[in-house]
């Protein structure tokens, strides 16, 4: 009887054993990081500056000078006149690309008389014809209506109708355009200052049946300034 209780304790081991959990071993692998996708950024486009006056702009381009522009507006600012009779004429054909005409032996000779350095200086011809037609085309004059200032500063010879100066640079003004002004009569005046010199100008245009703008004045302005565009 001691054995069969002793059996039966056994068989009880045994089906409690079998009933168990299993332990499962631990694991020690680190748990794997996850990196989050990069989040693209854009960075604020920067605020446009204020587009300018487009008639600023305009003049600007039209006064500056360079190689390939129309220079006569650049040259027109390099003296003042209240009407376009009065404007400097050396000033404005000083630098005048003319640059082709060629000097005949007479011409040589004829300066020459005049006590002129042509074989080390440059020579520089001014043919009235042509003086004529910027006259005529920038500022609605003929060669005669001018009062002929600055014709004094140059050699003119009567038998080519022509001036010559004696010079190796290029003078060109430096205009900083400021303001645009349209009047109620038609006329344009654009303010500007001389790098150089710091002088608030104007000069006056109107545009002519043609649509090319003519020079009616350029003069200096006291007690106006403007602050640079």
Not at 70 to 85: G, M, R
Request: charged letters at 25%; a negative charge; proline letters at 5%.
């Amino acid at each position: 009887m001691k054995r069969f209780w002793i059996v039966c304790m056994a068989a009880v081991m045994l089906i409690l054993t079998a009933c168990a959990p299993i332990a499962q071993p631990e694991d020690t692998t680190a748990p794997q990081m996850t990196t989050a996708a990069p989040v693209e950024t854009t960075a604020p486009e920067q605020e446009t500056a204020l587009s300018e006056d487009p008639l600023v702009a305009e003049f600007r381009e039209l006064f500056t000078f360079t190689a390939d522009a129309d220079v006569w507006y650049n040259y027109a600012l390099k003296s003042y006149y209240d009407t376009p009779a009065g404007i400097d004429i050396f000033e404005l054909v000083y630098s005048a690309p003319w640059n082709d005409l060629e000097l005949t032996q007479a011409e040589k000779d004829f300066l020459i008389s005049k006590e002129l350095d042509i074989e080390t200086s440059t020579v520089h011809k001014y043919p009235v014809e042509k003086i004529d037609e910027v006259l005529q085309k920038y500022f609605g004059i003929t060669f005669e209506e001018a009062e002929g200032i600055g014709l004094d500063k140059m050699v003119y010879n009567p038998d080519t109708d022509s001036y010559y100066h004696l010079h190796g640079d290029l003078e060109t003004a430096y205009p900083m355009i400021t303001k645009v002004e349209e009047n109620s009569d038609g006329t344009i005046i654009v303010y500007y200052t001389e790098s150089m010199v710091g002088d608030t100008c104007g000069v006056t245009l109107k545009e002519s049946e043609s649509g090319q703008y003519q020079i009616l004045s350029n003069k200096k302005y006291s007690g106006i300034v403007f602050a640079d565009p």
